[in-house]
């Protein structure tokens, strides 16, 4: 069983940033798919970026392109997403997501584990 937990979440003005952390335990994550993904009170869950399990290939929802960066240390187990600019349409939960697949896609439901969340807040 693997047990994924986000962190970095908070509040924070809109221009300011944030960087959330994965990390997963009960299996190494090092060879999953691993991917961001956001949901905001009453909306769908919406693809924010994912990365290979390698590290070698990065994707990006067009509305954080230029401004987030997703990463991997595999030694760490670690996943991050560093955010910049963030904008008050950017206020939702962050929810990590990995597939032992190593599959990347940008649809949540082809994910196999995932974590409760962090809130992110961006104020106007």
């Known amino acids: 069983q693997v047990e994924v937990v986000e962190s970095g979440g908070g509040l924070v003005q809109a221009g300011g940033s944030l960087r959330l952390s994965c990390t997963a335990s009960g299996r190494s994550f090092s060879r999953f798919a691993t991917a961001w993904f956001r949901q905001a009170p009453g909306e769908e869950r919406e693809f924010v970026a994912h990365i290979s399990w390698s590290g070698a290939s990065t994707h990006y929802a067009d509305s954080v392109k230029g401004r987030f960066t997703i990463s991997r240390d595999n030694a760490e187990n670690t996943v991050h997403l560093q955010m910049n600019s963030l904008r008050p349409a950017g206020t939702a939960v962050y929810y990590c997501?990995?597939?032992?697949?190593?599959?990347?896609?940008?649809?949540?439901?082809?994910?196999?584990?995932w974590g409760q969340g962090t809130q992110v807040t961006v104020s106007a």
């Open positions: 997501e990995g597939d032992p697949s190593g599959r990347a896609t940008i649809q949540s439901s082809e994910y196999e584990y």
